[in-house]
T-cell receptor, first 116, second 114 residues
Framework: GAVVSQHPSWVICKSGTSVKIECRSLDFQATTMFWYRQFPKQSLMLMATSNEGSKATYEQGVEKDKFLINHASLTLSTLTVTSAHPEDSSFYIC????????????FGQGTRLTVV | QQQVKQSPQSLIVQKGGISIINCAYENTAFDYFPWYQQFPGKGPALLIAIRPDVSEKKEGRFTISFNKSAKQFSLHIMDSQPGDSATYFCAASTGGTSYGKLTFGQGTILTVHP
């Protein structure tokens, strides 16, 4: 149980285009999902907290107009990187927290974004 | 205030040895301390976690030691195996609705030689 799936696993897009990444909780409801970004050989940095039915909360320094987050249902959150540029190339990872239960958040497998 | 500092950056051990990774934090509001294992190109996977009301937790070959007064915690991997070669991250979060919102350490690349 507690499986989180991201799609796609990897994507290559042209500079200036937008790309959408999906994060789904497959076997549980997640009122809260988190989006992280990880550059090569670096740690995970929290980008934003996504709550179902409300606006996402962005961490300091993260451009909310560039990284659009939608959490329209209890099992799906999406991250859209708008007008992507090469510096947005990174590993994007989501995690999902079981609604109303304790401490653990479960991670997806990540999405490798390459902007060319 | 939110930072979690992890050391060493890299660690090489022989098969069967003990791997020890250390983390320190500043924010006394942190009350959940998980460790994650990450393989290249994959998301992190939870190994073991501890709350500050206990000083040690063991699950199989993995043990967390927690020192609340020193604001430090560590991961011990006993009988290290080549399959344990991965990047390990400590993390911390505060309670309530912030559970799951993790602050990660910098990571430790563990290499276990056969």
């Amino acid at each position: 149980g507690a499986v989180v799936s991201q799609h796609p696993s990897w994507v290559i897009c042209k500079s200036g285009t937008s790309v959408k990444i999906e994060c789904r909780s497959l076997d549980f409801q997640a009122t809260t999902m988190f989006w992280y970004r990880q550059f090569p050989k670096q740690s995970l940095m929290l980008m934003a907290t996504s709550n179902e039915g409300s606006k996402a909360t962005y961490e300091q320094g993260v451009e909310k107009d560039k990284f659009l987050i939608n959490h329209a249902s209890l099992t799906l959150s999406t991250l859209t990187v708008t007008s992507a540029h090469p510096e947005d190339s990174s590993f994007y990872i989501c995690s999902a927290k079981i609604a109303g239960v304790g401490t653990e958040a479960f991670f997806g497998q990540g999405t490798r974004l390459t902007v060319v | 205030q939110q930072q979690v500092k992890q050391s060493p950056q890299s660690l090489i051990v022989q098969k069967g040895g003990i791997s020890i990774i250390n983390c320190a934090y500043e924010n006394t509001a942190f009350d959940y301390f998980p460790w994650y294992q990450q393989f290249p190109g994959k998301g992190p996977a939870l190994l073991i976690a501890i709350r500050p009301d206990v000083s040690e937790k063991k699950e199989g070959r993995f043990t967390i030691s927690f020192n609340k007064s020193a604001k430090q915690f560590s991961l011990h991997i006993m009988d290290s195996q080549p399959g344990d070669s991965a990047t390990y991250f400590c993390a911390a979060s505060t309670g309530g609705t912030s559970y799951g919102k993790l602050t990660f350490g910098q990571g430790t690349i563990l290499t276990v030689h056969p």
